[in-house]
């Protein structure tokens, strides 16, 4: 099965050789790249983004450890710190010790005493030797201790302001991707709201018959008043009321025609 399968790899590149030539991985790395972007494309964006948000999340354990590394380092440079203080005062006693066995050696005095108890020139001299063997071997370890403080100062100085930058961008990723899921509820919704579909059909059959029952009502309306009145015969007769109202008015503006103001006064009377 293997070697059907090698053979068959064979032949697809030799194939492949005998079309491209030597365009065959350019033709073969770009059709890789239009799979690969299209399988990345149809991956929805929710799930991206939920990914996205626990790889953010998995810088977190990283910080904490350099956050208890740099505590530890604090500690080792607080210790280094105490130390060159109490040798810096060692030096410092030491200093004036060794001064005063050298001034007393210089005085020229056969016997010294310290404490209480009396010392040869000799015995003062060797002291003083390995006093000062002591003092100048202490100073080099206080020089070297000093400059191993500083570098590590510096070092913990770069860890702080690489873990505050860690840290800054873990938030800034935070916040992008809070706005970048809000924008894609927002292009949810949009989605959403163009996927509504109103089936106005039944709307334009009910409009549809309340039109034809307002027509038929209409007809049934004027063939009754066309039954009510002759179309053959102009009416001619006028109603008494009407004539009545008609007459009167013209007898009372007639005789009130060329009359004064004193005889219209009279017969309003």
Known sequence: MLKKSLYGGGAVIVLLLLLFGRSTFSYVSTAFSRARDSVRSSVPVGFEL???????DRIT?????????IAQEEVKVEQLQKQITTLDEKLSQNHRDILRLKADLESGSGNLIYGGTTYTTSEVKRDLVNRFDEYTTDQETLKNLSKLLSTRN????VARDRLAEMQATQRKMQVQLDNLEARNRMVQVAQNASEFIFDESQLATARDLVSTIDSRLRADEKLLNAETRSLDRIPVDQDDEQTDILDRISRHFDGLEGATVEQIAELAR
């Open 61 to 69: 354990p990283e910080v904490r450890n350099n956050m208890h590394l």
């Open 154 to 157: 510096d070092t913990l100085r």
């Open 50 to 56: 939920d990914r996205a948000r626990k790889e953010v």
